[in-house]
Every structure is written in C-alpha cells, then in structure tokens.
C-alpha cells in the first residue's frame, strides 16, 4: 500500500485503530522504546497517513488520504496510457522490419498483381482463408459492387466468422445506412477521422491491397506471403484499438444514462467512499451497489478497486 512495507502497513492499522493516542500508549502497543516510535512512524507520516502533534499521533481519514492518491496514480497512469499508445502506433512498422528481415534471402514474395472482378476475387480469397476477416472501407458505399460484396460478408459472419471494419468519420454523414446495416449483419464496426486507402485481410492466409498506395488504379495486389499479412494485420488491429465504436450499434458502447451511472460510480470510488456512504450518495441498496461495483470488475477485467479506475481513465470512462 503507498509503497509501504508490510511492517509500516501493521502500524498503520494499529494507528487507525489507536487514533489520538499518545506516543508513549504507542510504544506500549507496538513494544518499543518511545524514543523510537518517531522513527517507526516516519513512512507514515512522509505518505499523508498520520499527524504527530506534540505527543498525540492522529491517523488521518483514509477515505480522503486514498481517494486523492488514487486520483492521482490513476492521472499518472493516464500519461503513461499516451505514451504506450504512441509506442504502439510504431508496431506496424516494426514488425513489418521484423519480418522482413526473416524472410529468407533470394526468394521471391508471394504478391500477385490482378485486375478484373473484385467481388470474385474477394469470394475465392475469403472462401479459401479461416481467422478474422478485417477491413479498411473508406467509400466502400460508393462503389457498385458494395451490396454484392457486403452480402458476401454477411453470409460469412452467419456461418461463424469473425468481421471487423474501420471506416471513415464521414460515412455517417453520407451513409449512415451501410455502418448501421453491417453492425445489425452481426459485423463489428468502428470509426476513424481518415482511412488511408482500402484494405482487406482473410485472417492470416492472404490480403488484398490496391497497387498504389491510397490510389484506386483498379489494379490490385494479392498479398500472401506471411510476414506481409501479419504487416497489415498489426496496421490494422493499432488502428481499431485507436478506432470509435458506434453508439448504440456497438454491443460494448454504453448507453447514455448507464454511461452517467457508471461514472458516478467511479467518482465515488475515487473518492474512496465506502459502500455504504455510495449507496446512499446514489440512492441505492447497498447490495445493489456491490452487485454494480463486482459487475464493473469483471467487465473492466480487474480484481480490485484501484485497478478499476486505472483502467476506467484508460478506457476514457472518467
């Protein structure tokens, strides 16, 4: 706790359990001279935790002593979310050198340049691959194979497969329809400012890519060389982490009142508030509030408290 060892902890407790008593009942309790109960409560003291005032050792609220020390752990780990999220952002083109680099010397890549019917070739690639389907859209809807081509991806989502798109902000402007068609297909959909150009993935066994970066010449290029496919599925998967669910169509985005329920949730945890004073700032039972609060857990994927709201700054819940 507070980077306190398990000693400094058990005086800690005897503290909160003596508060206001003098140094020499102290010694008593913990069987040292008085000489050395300063010494011994020193870490306590440094972190916030106790007062010495003349003789008389008081132990501060640790609901007001945790909460802020949460609250600040939890921006000091929100600082280094950014930094983590600016490391992955060079993944892609890491790995890319990585597995160039173990490709066998001299041999060729297997990339194929073809022209002609897209829908066909997205047909035989996907039908021929297992794993994810991913893909970058950005005017997927304006092109005249987009039905045939999504009622393709919908028959693979029906027989179990994975599907996973990003399209560009504006498609909600122009086409909100075809986002909202994919998700209800049973497709994960999720949103960025700009999408480079188009890009489809069938899981690891090969991709398809334009042959000009950003351009459409109607030219395409098969990727299936391995280390290739694993470039482009690292470029896609750093751009769905930094991608935004749809409200209301993503199964993980939170509807706006439980979205307001769970943050004061959150700030009475911060706060470090017990269950018993959140139930009644809530207006809630207090199994209710545990039942929320164990519920949070385990959609947070943590096990404790001060985990949850590390992760919930993270996420951008508070």
Known sequence: MLGLTRDDEQIYRLVLRNSGATQATLSELLGVEVTDVQKNLTPLMVAGLVMVQGDVVTARPPEQVLGRVISEESQRLARLSLQLESLRSQVPALTAEHKAALSTTGTPVQVQAVEGDVVALIKNLSSASTGDLMWLRPDQWR????????????????????????????????????????????EQVRILAAIPCRISIMGSHAALIPDRWGVNTGRRLVVREESLVGALTALFESMWERAMAIPGLDAQTESGERGRDRRLLLDQLAAGAKDEQIARALGLSLRTVRRRVADMLAELGVESRFQAGVEAVRRGWI
């Open 143 to 186: 092109l005249p194979v987009s039905n045939d081509i999504d009622e393709w991806v919908q028959g693979l989502v029906e027989s179990g497969r994975k599907s996973r798109a990003i399209y560009p902000a504006r498609v909600l402007e122009e086409a909100p329809d075809v986002v909202r068609g994919r998700a209800e297909a049973g």
